[in-house]
């Protein structure tokens, strides 16, 4: 609204300064000159639009016809002057047309352009955000790229991880088989080469052979045994969940070690629950599980002068239905720092170890859907716990 | 004349030590097997040569202790150490204390046979040693004390002269226990009892 009046303002004044500029025409006697009129007329029609451009024409007409068109100062006209009035009026249309029509093509002009240039920015702002979005997805996609791979150098890692540990239990197996061996196959080469010679004596020492040949007979069953024996523990086979007397698992366990435990001076002592339900679990494995277990004992006491080395192996039924199994020792115990990570692959507090017994340990407990744990004994040592669901049909 | 040579086989394994006791039969020789160290300890000194074949690990004290034990108590027996692991740092060990051998299970016959008649020989000379110093030991405590005196002297080479300005005797008398000594030395000439002097540790600068 404002803007209006000042632009009706503008035009009225406009028309003021024509007066003004025709009177001081007057003066230097140009007589008959209205171009000031119409450029009045066209500037204010060119910047204030039709509706004040007309008022100007009004505004101009009036004036001229008023202030100088004879008789001066009123309205009337002179018919000999009418063509010189009639010419301006027509003159002052023309000039109010001209103006009106270029001012509305100029804003024509100008929308379109502006249309144009705002149809330009928002395809450009459209283009702008399609670009981000691509770039946004390419590097997402590189990320997923980069985390695939990751992911799969992983696995391979894992992979390849467990391939080592199959074949280090592989090795580490085998060197216990080698030992359980070499003591009766020492005795068998020692009674053989005896026999031989006894039989090559003049006269042959035929007591002495036969009795070599029944010592060779007697170490043979005993190697075959312990073969046999720890042949369960390497054939390669799945986890089959069975009705297992813990107690017996313990007990073959123990069988295999107790020329170990001896040798170092280790008492070993048991607790095993009578009655206990069978566990559900693979006879097998667990038998691998103890056997790490009481090894790792073992080694914890070798180091232990101070007190009596004393292995103890337990069984019973906890309050919630579970069959628990400990080891404890009395050996060097844990360091707190080592306690956390015992459990990982590879992390060993041995000298000679390999850091992945308690790691495949806890990976067969965890296959049976329970655990394995370690606790701070009441005396120096550390003590190993796991327990193992009840089998469903109870043994009787 | 000399007693029978003896093996003495300490394992505690009963086959591996009725085994390789079998071994030593069957070529000749005398065995006694024992299942610990501290078994074979109460056991009496041996009257001929002997060797010890040892396992290495037992429950309590191990074969290296048993090692340590018989030199500490002056029975220097040759020993042929066994194992089951090859372990180095102990074979070193035993090898450095005086073992004769260090055989890993299981072994040759021929290797441990071997080993055994190095380590019965080894013994022979050691005994033979001890029985000429008994001998020795037995001469010289047939001496008087004045006729000991007379061997110090003489030892260091001192003449006739000069042992009876020191002892305060006649040179006659010097000569006369010293006859008396050369004959119960059993030594002819004095480089002769020199050297036995030196083998009994009679120390050449005991008399100065």
């Known amino acids: 609204m404002r803007l209006a009046a000042v632009r009706y303002g503008l035009g009225s004044l406009l028309v003021a300064a024509a007066i003004v500029a025709t009177i001081g025409l007057h003066y230097l006697s140009v007589e008959h000159n209205r171009f000031q009129f119409y450029a009045a007329i066209a500037v204010v029609a060119w910047f204030g639009g039709a509706g004040p451009g007309c008022m100007a024409a009004i505004l101009s007409t009036l004036a001229v016809e008023y202030l100088f068109t004879p008789p001066l100062y009123n309205l009337h006209v002179y018919p000999r002057e009418l063509p010189d009035f009639l010419s301006f009026i027509a003159c002052a249309a023309i ?123 007697e170490d043979g069953n005993r190697a075959a045994a312990v073969v046999s024996r720890i042949g369960g523990l390497l054939r390669n086979r799945r986890p089959s969940i069975a009705a297992v007397d813990i107690n017996a698992v313990i007990g073959e366990v123990l069988g295999l070690t107790r020329s170990a435990a001896e040798k170092d001076g280790v008492a070993i002592r048991t607790s095993l629950a009578r009655s206990l339900p069978a566990a559900a679990g693979d006879s097998v494995y667990l038998q691998q599980v103890l056997l790490n277990l009481v090894n790792n004992a073992l080694d914890a006491m070798r180091g232990v002068c101070e007190r009596q080395r004393v292995l103890t192996l337990c069984s019973r039924l906890t309050p919630d239905n579970t069959v628990l199994v400990e080891v404890a020792d009395t050996g060097i115990g844990l360091a707190t720092a080592d306690a956390g990570r015992i459990f990982d692959s590879f992390y060993t507090t041995k000298a000679d170890g390999l850091g992945m017994g308690l790691s495949i340990s806890q990976s067969i407990i965890a296959a049976h859907g329970s655990r394995l744990w370690v606790c701070a004994g009441r005396r120096p040592g550390a003590v190993f716990r796991f327990t193992l669901p009840v089998a469903t049909a109870p043994s009787t | 004349m000399e007693a029978a040579p003896v093996v003495f086989v300490i394992d505690d394994d009963a086959s591996v030590r009725s085994a390789l006791s079998n071994l030593l039969r069957s070529v000749g020789l005398r065995t006694e097997v024992f299942a610990s160290p501290q078994e074979f300890m109460h056991n009496a000194e041996p009257d001929g040569p002997a060797c010890i074949v040892l396992d290495v690990r037992f429950p309590g004290r191990s074969g290296l202790d048993l090692q340590r034990d018989l030199t500490a108590a002056n029975r220097p027996l040759p020993i042929i150490f066994m194992t089951g692991h090859g372990d180095i740092p102990m074979t070193v060990r035993a090898m450095k204390a005086g073992a004769v051998e260090f055989l890993t299970k299981p072994f040759r016959d021929q290797d441990l046979l071997d080993a055994v008649a190095v380590a019965l020989d080894k013994d022979r000379v050691r005994r033979a040693g001890e029985k000429r110093l008994d001998e020795l030991r037995a001469r010289l405590g047939t001496l008087t004390p004045r006729e000991r005196e007379v061997l110090q002297l003489v030892i260091v080479g001192r003449l006739n002269k000069q042992i009876a300005g020191e002892l305060g005797v006649s040179e006659m008398t010097v000569k006369i226990h010293r006859r008396h000594m050369m004959r119960k030395m059993q030594a002819s000439r004095i480089v002769e009892l020199v050297r036995i002097a030196d083998q009994l540790g009679l120390s050449g600068t005991a008399a100065q």
């Open chain 1, 95 to 217: 000039s109010l047309a001209i103006s009106t029509r270029l001012r509305r093509a100029e804003q024509a002009l100008q929308r379109a352009q502006q249309t144009l240039e705002a149809a330009v920015a928002q395809r450009t702002a459209e283009l702008r955000e399609t670009n981000a979005a691509l770039t946004a997805e390419i590097v997402e996609r590189e990320r997923a790229d980069r985390e695939r791979a990751a992911s799969e150098a992983a696995l391979a890692e894992t992979q390849a991880q467990l391939a080592r540990v199959l074949r280090l239990a592989t090795v580490t197996e085998c060197a216990a088989v080698a030992h359980e061996v070499k003591q009766p196959l020492t005795a068998i080469i020692a009674n053989a080469a005896a026999c031989l010679r006894s039989l090559d004596r003049d006269p042959p020492a035929l007591g002495l052979a036969r009795e070599t040949v029944s010592g060779i007979v």
